[in-house]
T-cell receptor
């Protein structure tokens, strides 16, 4: 069964450092998303990506965040200068068409900023 | 008022019980409704996707949508200890101006053997 894969599963970084979280969406999907979940809180939308550009973003997705699809399979989230409050689970998701079909999530990257 | 409200639980039931999980929402533009299961520190796993009002059944799971009341439910029949997880409702809609999902806070379910 096709699945969304994310690497690494856990990343520890020092405050102020840059991190890149990686995702391989399901191969025939066209829309890609990043969500985050702070421990004990709800899953929150960060950004969606379609046709090699950001299609929408939330107020959380500020200038320290960026996304990229560097090749035909990978989809990355970069956090430029990490803060303690960036510590969370980051989930990549993809959908076949727009956001109105089933969204499939990866297992997440647990980011710990120390 | 939160856009999507979900009782956080925990909900504890004996094995074999019927479980009812619910979400209410305030935005009438939501049209697409999903239920996810999430085990601790894992990604959300899609269980059910529904579009219209009414019921949809898949094995032991039934999803119910009542758009007039802005209320959705997930029923689990013959619950098993392996069903112990957090259940998330999520929704989206073309007229919300956002393709991404809006999630409830999740209900933690514990099925006791």
């Amino acid at each position: 069964e096709p699945e969304v894969t994310q690497t690494p599963s856990h990343q520890v970084t020092q405050m102020g450092q840059e991190v890149i979280l990686r995702c391989v969406p399901i191969s025939n999907h066209l829309y890609f998303y990043w969500y985050r979940q702070i421990l004990g809180q709800k899953v929150e939308f960060l950004v969606s990506f379609y046709n090699n550009e950001i299609s929408e973003k939330s107020e959380i997705f500020d200038d320290q965040f960026s996304v990229e699809r560097p090749d035909g399979s990978n989809f990355t989230l970069k956090i430029r200068s990490t803060k303690l409050e960036d510590s969370a689970m980051y989930f990549c998701a993809s959908t076949q068409q727009g956001g109105y079909t089933e969204a499939f999530f990866g297992q997440g990257t647990r980011l710990t900023v120390v | 008022q939160k856009e999507v409200e979900q009782d956080p639980g925990p909900l504890s039931v004996p094995e074999g019980a019927i479980v009812s999980l619910n979400c209410t929402y305030s935005n009438s533009a939501f049209q697409y409704f999903m239920w996810y299961r999430q085990y601790s520190r894992k990604g959300p796993e899609l269980l059910m996707y529904t579009y219209s009002s009414g019921n949809k059944e898949d094995g032991r799971f039934t999803a119910q949508v009542d758009k007039s009341s802005k209320y959705i439910s997930l029923f689990i029949r013959d619950s098993q200890p392996s069903d112990s997880a957090t259940y998330l409702c999520a929704m989206s809609g073309m007229d919300t101006g956002r393709r991404a999902l809006t999630f409830g806070s999740g209900t933690r379910l514990q099925v006791q053997p």
